[in-house]
Nanobody, 124 residues
């Protein structure tokens, strides 16, 4: 079992930055790939970014590529999503997820453990 707790969400002006954190506890974090997803009301959850267990490989949705950076610190059991140049369309709930395999995936169904989510609001 893995417990995930997100933090760092909030209100920011368009063009600003936020850093989301996802702290994991429970089973061996270092062997899990991690991902961030987001979901707007009435819409399906969509992929944002993901990182392999060692942090060597990362993947990003086209909508955030070049603006968001995902990293992990396995010593702290934490992943970080640095979000720059935020836009109003980035306003949604962001959730981190853990996959019980070392290779990341962009599919929601490939992730087993989920955090409760953190709200990001970008004002224009």
């Amino acid at each position: 079992q893995v417990q995930l707790v997100e933090s760092g969400g909030g209100l920011v002006q368009a063009g600003g930055s936020l850093r989301l954190s996802c702290a994991a506890s429970g089973r061996t974090f270092t062997t899990y790939a991690m991902g961030w997803f987001r979901q707007a009301p009435g819409k399906e959850r969509e992929f944002v970014a993901a990182i392999s267990w060692g942090g060597i490989s990362t993947g990003y949705a086209d909508s955030v590529k070049g603006r968001f950076t995902l990293s992990r610190d396995n010593a702290k059991n934490t992943v970080y999503l640095q979000m720059n140049s935020l836009k109003s369309e980035d306003t949604v709930v962001y959730s981190c997820a853990a996959r019980s395999l070392p290779i990341f995936s962009v599919r929601v169904s490939d992730y087993v453990y989920w955090g409760q989510g953190t709200q990001v609001t970008v004002s224009s």
